[in-house]
């Protein structure tokens, strides 16, 4: 039997260049060009030489948080005053992507940070929170996690069991968390819980607060180089000043998410852009039957199908960027961003995965990582099917969730 040729491994430096079949750069400004080309820089330089290690060995790499901060990827679109970098919608978006490029795992690192963090503080915090937390997170001396989904709740956080009872000068918090990403890295947890009331506010815990424990989740198929845990929290007494004064209910922790959808959605075309452009690539160095398998038709209608998906991603990521630089973007709208993309870079992924053989689910590509990643990207800040009924809501006026 004739010994098998393998294609020798994919050279690890990362020279990739983004796709852009409809010159979408065109409606793009000179500083949405510039903090992109550094995020990419960024990325081919700390991100993808060592992310394929880390995802093997399950393990976060912790010293990016730091540089994360440094190069302005957490609190992108927070005000200056507060540490934050004062950019638009676009240019956190094309950040978002750039990172999710290299991994989905440490994009969620920062939309954690960005959206479900920064925000809330920034956007139902008091001044003096503001004044605390925010530039710390800017440089990421802290990272902060955001604890809503609960052991018995997950698209249904509204009937959470993490609560609190008022006593005269702190609440005293019980409950858990589970799936938190970055759980038991963060310094800080904006953490949901129930009133004795019954009204769902959010309360930020620091570690170190007695009767607050995180653990690690272990066993990951998905989002390996990504930390994900648990939080326990035992008669916690949590100051008062640590209550979001502005946060009312549970529509505040639900524009968190959107916020984060929005991020997802462009990370999502980052993935399947990094997917269409390794298998892009492969194709045409690839021999069998003494020809490039490029020149298969099958394989060029993969290829199209998936350059196809990624433009109208594309597309959908500017229009909704735009919509959020005028405030004008609803919930609905981003669901459909998040839904789609993620599906059509799960859909990329998999042909992508086709494309390259058994090569395909080896870790000398990133094919089989973004695969798997994307499973869980599919599922958190709302489901793939959740997404689908907020948007049955607002097309009939009738939720089906409920
Ligand atoms: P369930 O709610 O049990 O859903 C199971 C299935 O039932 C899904 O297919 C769902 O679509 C379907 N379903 C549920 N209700 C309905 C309905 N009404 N109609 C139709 N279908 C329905 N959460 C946080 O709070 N913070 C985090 O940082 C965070 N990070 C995460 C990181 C990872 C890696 C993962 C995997 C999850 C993370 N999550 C986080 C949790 C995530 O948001 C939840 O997993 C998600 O909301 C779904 O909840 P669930 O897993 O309990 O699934």
Redesign the pocket.
């Known amino acids: 039997m004739q010994a098998p040729t393998m294609t020798p491994p994919r050279n690890k430096v990362d020279s990739f260049e983004s796709p852009d079949f409809y010159c979408i750069d065109d409606l793009l400004t000179a500083e949405h060009k510039l903090v992109r080309s550094a995020v990419r820089d960024f990325v081919k330089r700390e991100i993808t030489p060592i992310v394929e290690e880390y995802a093997q060995r399950a393990e976060f790499p912790k010293q990016l948080v730091k540089k994360f901060g440094k190069i302005g990827a957490f609190g992108a679109t927070i005000p200056t005053e507060y540490g934050g970098g004062g950019l638009d919608q676009i240019s956190y978006g094309l950040m978002t992507q750039e990172i999710e490029r290299g991994d989905s795992g440490m994009r969620?690192c920062v939309s954690?940070q960005n959206s479900?963090v920064m925000h809330p503080i920034h956007a139902f915090g008091s001044d003096e929170q503001k004044q605390k937390f925010l530039p710390r997170l800017a440089t990421g001396d802290l990272i902060g996690?955001?604890?809503?989904?609960e052991p018995n709740?997950?698209?249904?956080?509204g009937s959470m069991e993490t609560n609190f009872i008022e006593r005269s000068d702190y609440y005293l918090l019980n409950g858990s968390?589970?799936?938190?990403?970055?759980?038991n890295i963060a310094d800080i947890g904006i953490v949901?819980a129930r009133s004795d009331q019954g009204k769902i506010r959010g309360l930020i815990l620091e570690r170190g607060m007695e009767g607050f424990t995180t653990a690690e989740i272990k066993n990951?198929w998905?989002?390996r180089a990504?930390t994900?845990g648990e939080m326990v929290f035992q008669d916690v007494q949590v100051p008062k000043a640590n209550m979001l004064p502005n946060a009312f209910g549970l529509k505040s922790a639900l524009k968190c998410l959107e916020q984060a959808r929005y991020g997802i959605s462009w990370g999502a075309v980052g993935a399947a852009m990094e997917c269409y452009e390794v298998a892009r690539r492969y194709s045409l160095e690839r021999i069998q039957f003494n020809k490039p398998i490029a020149s298969f038709q099958l394989v060029q209608k993969k290829l199209a199908e998936m350059l196809t998906e990624i433009t109208k991603a594309q597309l959908l990521c500017w229009r909704l960027g735009t919509l959020m630089n005028e405030g004008r973007a609803t919930n609905a709208q981003i669901s459909l961003a998040k839904r789609n993309n993620v599906e059509i870079a799960l859909n990329v992924a998999r042909d992508a995965r086709q494309i390259l053989g058994a090569m395909g689910i080896s870790g000398e590509y990133p094919i089989m990582r973004h695969l798997m990643n994307l499973e869980?990207v599919s599922?958190?800040?709302?489901?793939?099917?959740?997404q689908l009924?907020i948007l049955g809501a607002d097309i009939t006026g009738i939720p089906?969730?409920?």
């Open positions: 969620s954690v479900l996690c955001f604890g809503l989904t709740h997950g698209s249904d956080p968390k589970i799936w938190i990403t970055n759980a949901w990951k998905s989002l990504s994900t869980s599922t958190y800040e709302g489901t793939h099917d959740i009924l089906a969730f409920k």
